[in-house]
């Protein structure tokens, strides 16, 4: 393990507080799976939403303090002169965050992947559920997932890069989260106006998938963008703060 590894690599207490509110939100919507009725079922499945934003909290907050603590403790002008060239500890952090939030991640993925099927099953035994509206089910859970993992590679370039360049971690964490989920949710809000006005299944199943593709594009983007500009100008960028 070379000197860049051991320095990204360090005890993360906010890896443990994921693990419990994960356990806690499995436990939660068993419960609610063995309950009778799809109401509380339903309710089941839209409360794993906000463990999708939790995750996002946690890893942008987590990129973004490491390079912020090391930069201001003054670890990282003595990791300049090191032989290892400096261009490769922007992906021993990145490496460190990922693995410290896979694993949570397909958990939570797992999650909502039973809650599909789960909210499927009790639908399909009291109503006869329409294809359209099926896919349109498939599509906002698949959806989810995928941008989850997205967002997850996407939080953590940007966290870094927002870490070194901003003196405030606060101001940094709220950077990495408005530039990763600000676009992608202004484009929400207008799509939920746009589709209560009343649209048939089919068509707004068009409407979600273009937001969907529009988003994922946006956030790989800036992904690349700022992982290119780490890896690429990472001593220029610590010479500028």
């Known amino acids: 393990m070379g000197p860049f590894d051991i320095i990204a690599t360090r005890a993360n207490s906010a890896n443990t507080l994921l693990w419990i509110l994960l356990l806690l939100g499995a436990a939660i919507f068993s419960w609610m799976f063995l309950q009778p009725g799809r109401m509380l079922l339903g309710i089941g ?10 995750i996002k909290i946690l890893i942008a907050s987590d990129a973004c303090r490491r390079l912020n603590q090391d930069r201001s403790s003054g670890l990282l002008e003595l990791l300049c002169v090191t032989p290892e060239p400096i261009e490769h500890l922007p992906s021993a952090y990145s490496d460190r965050i990922r693995s410290h939030y896979f694993r949570p991640a397909v958990v939570l993925s797992t999650l909502n992947l039973l809650a599909f099927v789960a909210m499927y ?5 009291q109503t006869n559920m329409e294809f359209d509206v099926l896919l349109l ?20 370039w940007v966290g870094l890069k927002e870490g070194l360049v901003n003196r405030s971690v606060n101001r940094s964490i709220f950077m990495t989260l408005a530039k990763i989920m600000g676009a992608p949710w202004l484009g929400l809000m207008l799509l939920v106006g746009f589709l209560a006005g009343g649209i048939n299944p089919g068509d707004s199943i068009v409407f979600i998938l273009l937001w969907q593709l529009a988003s994922l594009s946006y956030v790989q983007s800036i992904a690349n963008k700022n992982r290119r500009a780490l890896l690429s100008r990472f001593r220029i960028l610590f010479a500028h703060t």
Do not use: K
């Open 121 to 125: 099953r009790d639908l399909m035994r």
């Open 137 to 156: 089910f498939i599509l906002i859970m698949g959806g989810g997932i995928v941008m989850l993992f997205l967002d997850f590679n996407a939080l953590i």
């Open 45 to 54: 499945v839209y409360s794993l939403f906000p463990f999708h934003i939790v």
